[in-house]
């Protein structure tokens, strides 16, 4: 079946460290996004990506890096410079840039 | 003021009964619009998009008003399973896609 993987479900990060989440889509879509969702309020775009190696800041990109080497993958690195970095982090992919979305099931990130 | 705002709720509501979000917008050169549903600890999952002629999709209703710049769902014949949140996004042209918030919607027996 087609579909968006992220991996892992949920990742505890300690101080200082760097985390990296994975986004993974098997769909044959041309972009990919990434978002942070805080409790209670709406997704906030981190970073996206229209194409292979290119991609570009959302509104919240500060402590956050992306590559994509590769079509299928969209890996998302936490810095130790993103100071509250807990939240749920969704990963989605559309078929043509800002059409439908389709998420991955997220990633839970917290701090120890 | 937030590009794209919705009524938190919650709204809390019997069985069968019909209930209505509304969602604003402020981009007047928005081209796109969606509603998700997103359950607790879930992924948001499309629901509709949102044409200005309306559709429809069985008890499900989205409308769009350019003019007033606001979109609406309309939920006919609530059932149990159609408690979640409901996120409402904005596209504008070549730009990036904006959520609200999100409205809250319980459906009790």
């Known amino acids: 079946d087609g579909g968006i993987t992220q991996s892992p479900k949920y990742l505890f990060r300690k101080e200082g460290q760097n985390v990296t989440l994975s986004c993974e889509q098997n769909l044959n879509h041309d972009a990919m996004y990434w978002y942070r969702q805080d409790p209670g309020q709406g997704l906030r775009l981190i970073y996206y990506s229209q194409i292979v190696n290119d991609f570009q800041k959302g509104d919240i990109a500060e402590g956050y890096s992306v590559s994509r080497e590769k079509k299928e993958s969209f890996p998302l690195t936490v810095t130790s410079a993103q100071t509250n970095p807990t939240a749920f982090y969704l990963c989605?992919?559309?078929?043509?840039?800002?059409?439908?979305?389709?998420f991955g099931s997220g990633t839970q990130l917290s701090v120890l | 003021r937030k590009e794209v705002e919705q009524d938190p709720g919650p709204f809390n509501v019997p069985e069968g009964a019909t209930v209505a979000f509304n969602c604003t917008y402020s981009n007047s050169a928005s081209q796109s619009f969606f509603w998700y549903r997103q359950d607790c600890r879930k992924e948001p999952k499309l629901l509709m998009s949102?044409?200005?002629s309306g559709n429809e999709d069985g008890r499900f209703t989205a409308q769009l008003n350019r003019a007033s710049q606001y979109i609406s769902l309309l939920i006919r014949d609530s059932k149990l399973s159609d408690s979640a949140t409901y996120l409402c996004v904005v596209t504008a042209n070549a730009g990036k896609s904006t959520f609200g918030d999100g409205t809250t919607l319980t459906v009790k027996p």
């Open positions: 989605a992919s559309s078929d043509r840039f800002n059409e439908k979305l389709f």
């Open positions: 949102v044409y200005s």
